[in-house]
């Protein structure tokens, strides 16, 4: 993994799992501060095959809390703020999107 993987014990892990809703103090064993794709999939599979729960944290700002899990693996996603598009290759697969 690229990214940071911070314990509790890290220097960081108590502002990364800070979520906007402060009703919600969750403490996940595991924070993957993601760089990129690979990180994220390795830390769904590591999570997956450790059968630990998971959560997302995008931008933070989840109002039931969910983007931070307790005694999990939460995926801090803060760190991966840029996309990037092949035309060629999204052109040629069918669009994923649910009908309105």
Excluded at 13 to 34: E, K, M, Q, S, V
Excluded at 77 to 89: C, E, T
Aim: charged share 20%; net charge positive; proline share 5%.
């Amino acid at each position: 993994m690229r990214g940071d993987l911070l314990l509790r014990s890290s220097a960081g892990y108590d502002t990364a799992r800070r979520a906007w809703n402060g009703a919600f103090d969750r403490h996940p064993a595991l924070i993957a501060r993601c760089s990129g794709p690979a990180d994220v999939m390795e830390a769904v599979k590591f999570a997956a095959s450790n059968q630990l729960l998971l959560s997302v944290r995008g931008g933070g700002h989840s109002l039931s809390g969910q983007s931070v899990c307790e005694k999990g693996l939460m995926i801090d996603l803060s760190q991966m703020n840029s996309a990037r598009v092949d035309p060629v290759r999204s052109a040629s697969r069918p669009s994923r999107a649910a009908p309105c």
